[in-house]
């Protein structure tokens, strides 16, 4: 798939929370079960994705999800909790970041070629990335939002002064390998026998296209 990612003017001194709102007026994208149908799942995730030209604003939202998160190192293994993950890669040289944040805002950052021996960021500069949670668990149904904003700094084997006019590869996930029914979420649909979302192969293409004057709602 193909995805073009709108500008956003944004103060950079505003909140991150304050971003939901705006983040509101984009386009909305959905992750299905459509990569592993197999493993059902009542979780259901869209993302909202923008950028201010310095950084990539990300807003996950989810919901009938069950909650299940344990206080993790950095770069720890995330992916077990409730969790929600972008890769993203900017070259043809097989290499990518993958970025993933469980719901209590513990980060992992990597980059690498596939699936083992990634280098994993330093904790500084995984701590750039800033992350929202806002949550409501009842009667066993977890419904929670998460906004990423992801400064262009984090991308750290690569010098990119402004991401407009830049293309991209890149994936959308939501996951939790160790919740009671766990599940498997994608944007573009990968094409494997087990869960892998360590394939840039079936990355899709994100456009940053370049910044408008955009007044009142969204209007690209």
């Known amino acids: 798939m193909n995805l073009d990612v709108y500008y956003l003017y944004e103060d950079s ?3 991150t929370d304050q971003l939901s709102e705006k983040l509101a007026t984009y386009p909305k ?37 069950y909650f299940r998160a344990i ?6 293994a995330v992916h077990l909790d409730n969790c929600v993950e972008f890769f993203i890669a900017f070259d043809q040289s097989g290499y990518y970041y993958n970025i993933e944040f469980n719901c209590l805002g513990v ?13 994993l960021l330093q904790e500084s500069i995984i701590q750039k990335i800033q992350t929202v949670t806002t949550a409501n668990d009842r009667h066993g149904d977890f419904n ?7 400064p262009v700094d984090t991308f750290v084997y690569h010098q990119i002064e402004s991401l407009e006019g830049l293309m991209a590869r890149a994936n959308f996930y939501k996951c939790g390998d160790e919740l009671p029914n766990p599940h498997f ?21 994100l456009q940053f296209m370049p910044a408008k004057e955009i007044s009142g709602s969204f209007n690209p």
């Not at 990569?35 to 950084?55: K, L, M, N, R, Y």
């Not at 206080?71 to 720890?76: A, F, L």
């Not at 990968?190 to 293409?205: A, C, E, K, N």
């Open 71 to 76: 206080e993790r190192p950095v770069n720890g």
């Open 13 to 15: 001194c505003a909140a």
């Open 185 to 205: 979420l994608c944007w573009n649909k990968i094409v494997s026998p087990l869960p892998d979302f360590h394939r840039p192969d079936h990355f899709g293409t």
């Open 107 to 119: 980060g992992k950052v990597g980059y690498g070629k596939g699936k083992l021996g990634r280098t």
């Open 29 to 65: 994208h959905h992750l299905s079960n459509d990569s592993w149908p197999q493993i059902a799942t009542d979780c259901i995730t869209d993302f909202v994705i923008a950028h201010s030209g310095q950084e990539i604003l990300i807003k996950f939202t989810t919901a009938h999800d």
């Open 144 to 150: 929670w939002e998460m906004i990423l904003r992801i």
